[in-house]
């Protein structure tokens, strides 16, 4: 604890957002409005080329690159893999895995120690799990290049930055 949140200078950090302890926010990261990452107990990381949108909450949470975490989740304790997308209002508990290549639907809760296997569908409260279909797969890349777009946009005018 008391550590300070280091930001990679190509990030997108709305000046909204809050950042607090041992925060590492990654190369082409972007934290949108309303944003909450708490690094009291343990490190919060956000990876590169990922967007963590409006009223996110990540406390602890490892979060890999190229993720998109939607509005409204909360990541807790958490660590989620590469090239995941997790969908708007969806729980992540403590001590849950989602491994790469992975989507959570909107609304999900995976509960503590869950592990979501890589190139799976998480969906339902509490979460259980498919294989992704090829679309599906699709949209998580498809997410990432929208966000990532939108970095660039917002970086460039220098707007709502902090």
Sequence with gaps: MG???AVADSAFVSEMAYLVGDVDVRTDASLWPFVCLRGDIRETIVGEETNV?????LHGAHIGDRVTVGHNVVIDHADVGDDVLVGMSSTIQFDATIESNSLVA???VVTEDTVIPEGHLAYGVPAETRELTPEQAAV??????????????????????Q
């Design 3 to 5: 550590e300070s949140p």
């Design 140 to 161: 998580i890349e498809e997410t990432v290049d929208h966000y990532r777009e939108n970095r660039r946009t917002y970086k460039a005018a220098g707007g709502l930055e």
């Design 53 to 57: 949108q409006e009223f996110s909450m």
């Design 106 to 108: 909107a609304g999900s």
